[in-house]
């Protein structure tokens, strides 16, 4: 019974040692993997807003106000060529005088853009629920006349990122099962040395109480521990000298009793 209870001490401390080993790391993981998918989208983001000024820098060096209307429905086309995300990604340009001149989004033409957009001259966007990636315009003299912006909502990453906590899930209740598996054939199925030599010594007191008894039954005796073996034989023989004694010396007063 205390094998037993002890086994099952350990298992359950095994158990919930892996639950909670697996719950950080599938926190770690799907955290790590919330910022590699947010990494992809900027990076994806950063391309289209490059294709933008690319179109943009070209004009002006070909003698072209940047601004002009063809010119910016141009750069926009491109960059939504290049769009790798889908529709819900908004390109947005922004002129000197602070308001938006063109994007995909023809309702927000002439608005003023939200002041995270322009925190910086190259931002990533700060806003929890966009995803946004800025480019300022530049002047053949250096000097900004514009930014491009580039955005998606972060409601975007929701279905990739439930699906990868979906298989973390499935990742971390297959592992329990079979971590738990593995430590009950460890701890019950495994003989332990420990319990198999308190079995012994138990084997030997019993044998040594039925031998005083009468009953010779030693044949079932389990091999001793070596570091106890010595002192357990001697023991055990001691013992059984002594009963033996006893009896005789019982035996002998039997006689005398029988013979008065």
Do not use: C
């Not at 966009?130 to 480019?135: A, H, M, N, R, W």
């Not at 971390?172 to 308190?198: D, E, H, M, N, S």
């Not at 091999?223 to 106890?228: A, D, N, R």
């Amino acid at each position: 019974m205390i094998a037993v209870g002890l086994r099952g001490q350990i298992f359950v401390a095994i158990l919930v040692s892996t639950i909670i080993g697996a719950a950080a790391a599938g926190v770690a993981s799907y955290h790590v993997f919330e910022r590699g998918l947010r990494d992809a989208f900027n990076a994806q983001l950063e391309l289209t807003v490059d294709e933008v000024k690319r179109v943009i820098d070209a004009g002006v060096r070909a003698g072209l106000t940047w601004d002009q209307p063809h010119l910016l429905l141009r750069a926009l086309d491109t960059g939504a060529t290049a769009d790798t995300i889908g529709p819900r990604e908004i390109i947005s340009i922004v002129g000197e005088q602070g308001l938006i001149i063109a994007s995909t989004n023809a309702a927000e033409i002439g608005e003023a853009p939200p002041s995270f957009w322009t925190v910086t001259d190259e931002t990533e966007g700060t806003d929890p629920e966009t995803i946004l990636v800025g480019k300022p315009v530049i002047s053949l003299f250096g000097t900004v006349e514009g930014l491009v912006v580039a955005r998606v909502p972060t409601a975007i990453m929701n279905t990739p990122s439930e699906a990868f906590l979906f298989r973390v899930l499935i990742a971390i209740t297959f592992g329990t099962l079979a971590v738990a598996l593995v430590a009950a054939f460890a701890l019950w199925l495994v003989p332990w040395a420990t319990p198999r030599r308190t079995e012994a010594l138990r084997d030997m007191m019993n044998d040594l109480y039925d031998r005083i008894g009468g009953s010779d039954i030693g044949e079932k005796q389990r091999e001793l521990p070596k570091p106890i073996a010595a002192t357990a034989i001697d023991f055990q023989e001691t013992t059984l000298g002594l009963s033996n004694r006893l009896k005789q010396e019982t035996d002998e007063l039997n006689r005398l009793d029988e013979a008065a």
